[in-house]
């Protein structure tokens, strides 16, 4: 069956610090991929999203994802974090062909508390 | 644009209940994915309808079902509730086509006693 992992549960840095959270999927073919985020009492919020071309995706508050198709792997990264991206981050993954199209496999969530 | 509604925000049943839960997509968009938020599973998919048809379904028993109305509203209903249905359920509407993003509502938390 498909699977999305996320390595790291739980993370905790300092302001300022870089951030990178691991995210690999086990599906073989064509996939979206996408970073979700929830801050704590918000809903689930879309950070960046991968469906073709530049490997590079930039998103919303300065994060950004690398899509590397021959490690499977979709991690996020955020060069200087602040205390306002304390939240639970989420990688997904749906598969455009095959009928299912919508259905999103969630990884477990890296919890992620940065420190003042 | 307003953005995925969902009512109820909270409910507390009691086990033996039935439940149904609402979600009002954005504007425009034809397709709402159902998917249950627990600490121990994680988020898990329930099922996705498209004009009116279930499209996709997850592994679910049958007391989880849904249904899509003319106007792309849909409903939730779970019968015979189980402790185990404790859950933040979560909404997702999209446009419905093949290179899609999914727009989250902010859920009903649902508590079985």
């Known amino acids: 069956a498909q699977s999305v992992s996320q390595h790291n549960h739980h993370v905790i840095l300092s302001e300022a610090a870089s951030l990178e959270l691991g995210c690999n999927y086990s599906?073989?073919?064509?996939?979206?991929l996408f970073w979700y985020v929830q801050y704590p009492g918000q809903h689930l919020q879309l950070l960046l999203k991968?469906?073709?071309?530049?490997?590079l995706v930039k998103g919303i508050k300065g994060f950004e994802a690398e899509f590397i198709k021959s490690k499977f792997s979709f991690n996020l990264r955020k060069p200087s974090v602040q205390w306002s991206d304390t939240a639970e981050y989420f990688c997904?993954?749906?598969?455009?062909?095959?009928?299912?199209?919508?259905?999103?496999?969630f990884g477990t969530g890296t919890l992620l508390a940065v420190q003042p | 644009k307003a953005g995925v509604t969902q009512t109820p925000r909270y409910l507390i049943k009691t086990r033996g209940q039935q439940v149904t839960l609402s979600c009002s997509p954005i504007?425009?968009?034809?397709?709402v994915s159902w998917y249950q938020q627990t600490p121990g599973q994680g988020l898990q998919f329930l099922f996705e309808?498209?004009?009116?048809?279930?499209?996709n379904k997850g592994n679910f028993p049958g007391r989880f079902s849904g249904r899509q109305f003319s106007n792309s509203r849909s409903e939730m209903n779970v019968s015979t509730l189980e402790l185990g249905d404790s859950a933040l359920y979560l909404c997702?509407?999209?446009?419905?086509?093949?290179?899609?993003?999914?727009?989250f509502g902010p859920g009903t938390r649902l508590t079985v006693l």
């Open positions: 599906y073989g073919g064509t996939v979206n």
């Open positions: 997702a509407s999209s446009t419905g086509t093949g290179t899609d993003t999914q727009y």
């Open positions: 309808y498209f004009s009116e048809t279930q499209r």
């Open positions: 504007s425009g968009h034809r397709s």
């Open positions: 997904a993954v749906t598969r455009p062909h095959g009928g299912a199209t919508n259905k999103l496999i």
């Open positions: 991968y469906f073709s071309g530049d490997p």
